[in-house]
């Protein structure tokens, strides 16, 4: 039998630049913290790459 955990995520956005290794970093945690909540390994550097290939599309548009 599972038992269901409450977990609480608190997201708390500053006023500042961040420059693109620092928001690549963020992301991975972010990711990477959702997904060990799930019992998922994800290689980091798969999730860098991911990332990076996101936010450069999300840049050209």
Known sequence: MKRKKDIGIIIQFDNKKYSKEE???????????????????????????VIESILEEYNNR
């Open 23 to 49: 928001t690549i970093i963020l992301y991975q945690n972010f990711f990477s913290i959702l997904a060990e909540a799930r019992d998922i390994k994800i290689p980091k550097e798969f999730l860098k790459t």
